[in-house]
């Protein structure tokens, strides 16, 4: 939750000051709301993946059922959207963020937001290796994106294979369903005409016997 949420909101924060993106009141304002808003938004996700919908039995359920194929393009689509945004901001912008708000805490800085103040080269310092340590975590994102892609791109056939294969074996099950009521009507009309006939030979036993008896 701390990471996650926190973690979203902070980074939006600590990352705009770093980039001396909020040297107003207003700028402080404006910014302020867009933390807020990643914040409640990071909220939301983390609520879906822990109380609603959670992480595991949702990653359990994928594995073990057929399902629809725009399930499939559904859960592609929010994996995606986690790796370009959701980590972007986490890792890259919070890289930014993490290395500015600690610098401040420990005093290793002034808090001082301008990036045109030439005297303090202590705040100029610390801006451009949060800068570097950005650009470094930019760099481990955009392979990870590039990773993802490749085994998005090879697993693609493979779930288009599974989904053929469900969708064939509700086929069969369907036509061995279909064959089994057949048989069974089958063999229901049998044993009924088998009841039929012992019945008819049983009536005309007992009609030969009375015959009999009367000639007797």
Not at 189 to 194: C, E, G, I, P, Y
Request: proline share 2%; with cysteine; hydrophobic share 45%.
């Amino acid at each position: 939750f701390i990471l996650q949420v926190f973690g979203g909101a902070g980074a939006i924060w600590g990352c705009s000051e770093a980039l001396a993106l909020r040297s107003t009141p207003r700028n402080e304002m404006q910014w302020r709301t867009v933390a807020m808003i990643v914040g409640t938004t990071f909220l939301i996700r983390w609520m879906f993946q822990t109380i609603i919908i959670p992480s595991s039995c949702c990653c359990l359920y994928f594995r073990r059922t057929n399902i629809p194929s725009f399930s499939i393009r559904a859960m592609t689509i929010l994996q995606w959207l986690e790796v370009l945004i959701v980590r972007f901001i986490l890792e890259v912008v919070g890289a930014v963020g993490a290395i500015w708000g600690c610098s401040e805490i420990l005093r290793l800085r002034d808090n001082v937001n301008n990036a045109y103040d030439s005297t303090n080269n202590k705040t100029t310092t610390w801006r451009a290796i949060s800068i570097a340590m950005g650009l470094i975590f930019l760099a481990r994102w955009m392979r990870q994106l590039r990773t993802f892609g490749r085994s998005e791109r090879d697993k693609e056939p493979k779930t288009v294979a599974k989904t053929q294969i469900g969708l064939a074996r509700d086929t069969s099950c369907s036509e061995e369903i279909e064959e089994f009521d057949v048989g069974r009507s089958d063999l229901e009309l049998t044993v009924a005409t088998d009841i039929m006939e012992s019945l008819a030979e049983t009536a005309s036993m007992e009609v030969s016997h009375e015959t009999t008896m009367e000639i007797t």
